[in-house]
């Protein structure tokens, strides 16, 4: 069992993505601030969930479909991995930064349901269920996702919930779960894709149990038609919008460039209840280097991102642990005002990216793309960001990465000049002097 992707809904082609960035000129970028400010949200899932994006670790980038308990039963898919990092989450100082779901992702099943068509996990990786494993990870006052996917099987090959929506729906409740990923792959047509992501909203509220819906809708129709965000807000929490990440530069580099390629259709969709979502983090792996760590961690903050962790809580740096739980990154991710930011201009290899924050505030990520050389001076008016808003008349800066820094008191008409390292970020907090002084 495990492997095969043949079956996925139109081939591999449904997946092939052109991540090509197409380069906004400063005038449409600034004509995003209005849509951002100014324009009502269209109608989120009504579930109260995800007011703000969710936080949690998902086992997918880091653990993949390991199954191998006998070779390999440290990082095997199986109760005891996931019941580690609820330890871990809580032991580690995870949780009291934010990290509250705990989720199981593709490869957990048995490969049969049971004899009442109920799905049962595989009995040797999880021997004492998953509601025994949801009860786990409540008593640690954390919560738990599982995975799924609409289509008859999921992208492993495991029995999907095609044809059992309400069961599985109830069956999730039953145990305790609080999240539900569910996947797109192995449907019979485009039409099945959709009504089945919708139905199952429908199936998963009529439990009563609050769960949170990822779903990975846009993703698999992208290719066929364009997806309806004012729709798929209406029945999902989340959803993946590119393809999966990969621990490499490569990977993080193509999901922001393609982010931006479709920011005019993305950043007014996102905000409280309804979060475009980029994949998992996968800070603390072996792929990128501290730079681009920083990278990932800045812009998924900016981009008002679902900061799902894929790595293993055992073995993490710390200098990867002290980026993910930095709490200055997280309140930029967390902040109230639920505005997703974009890319207000690249220049040569520089890219700046902003973003609204409440009480007038605003983060600015300035990224270096420049693969070869030493650290690059930047420098760019103030008076540029937020459309002219980010700092009038005047505004207090603050580097929150690489390293926190008080950069101090600029005017609206000053020059704000960042030194930032090949593939590297450097993420500022505008605020204004009175807010800074409160906070201090
Ligand atoms: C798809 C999803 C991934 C992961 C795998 C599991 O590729 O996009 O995030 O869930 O399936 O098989």
Known sequence: MGGSRAKRLGQEGTRAFAFSGRSLSSALALALVPALVGVPRVTALDNGLALTPTMGWLHW?????????????????????????????????????????????????ASKRDENGRLKADPERFPSGIRHLANYVHSKGLKLGIYQDVGTLTCAGYPGSYGYYDIDAKTFADWGVDLLKFDGCNSKDLNSLVEGYKYMSFALNRTGRSILYSCEWPLYIRHFQKPNYTEIRQYCNLWRNSGDILDSWSSVKSILAWTVSEQETLVPVAGPGGWNDPDMLVIGNFGLSWEQQVTQMALWAVMAAPLFMSNDLR?????????????????????????????????????????????????????NQKEIGGPQNYAF????????????????????????????LYEWTSQLKVRVNPTGTVLLKLQTFQQHQSSQ
């Open 61 to 109: 980038e880091r653990f993949t479909c390991n199954v191998d308990c006998i070779e390999d039963p440290e990082n095997c898919i199986s109760e005891q991995l996931f019941m580690q990092m609820a330890d871990l989450m809580v032991s580690e100082g995870w949780k009291d930064v934010g990290y509250e779901y705990v989720c199981i992702d593709d490869c957990w099943l």
């Open 315 to 367: 073995h993490i740096s710390p200098q990867s642990k002290s980026l993910l739980q930095n709490k200055d990154v997280i309140a930029i991710n967390q902040d109230p005002l639920g505005k997703q930011g974009y890319r207000l201009r690249k220049v040569e290899d520089f890219e700046v990216w902003e973003r609204p924050l409440s009480n007038l505030a605003w983060a600015v990520a300035v990224l």
């Open 381 to 408: 008016s103030i008076a540029d960001l937020g459309g002219g808003l980010g700092c009038t008349p005047a505004c207090f800066i603050t580097q929150i990465l690489p390293v926190k820094q008080e950069l101090g």
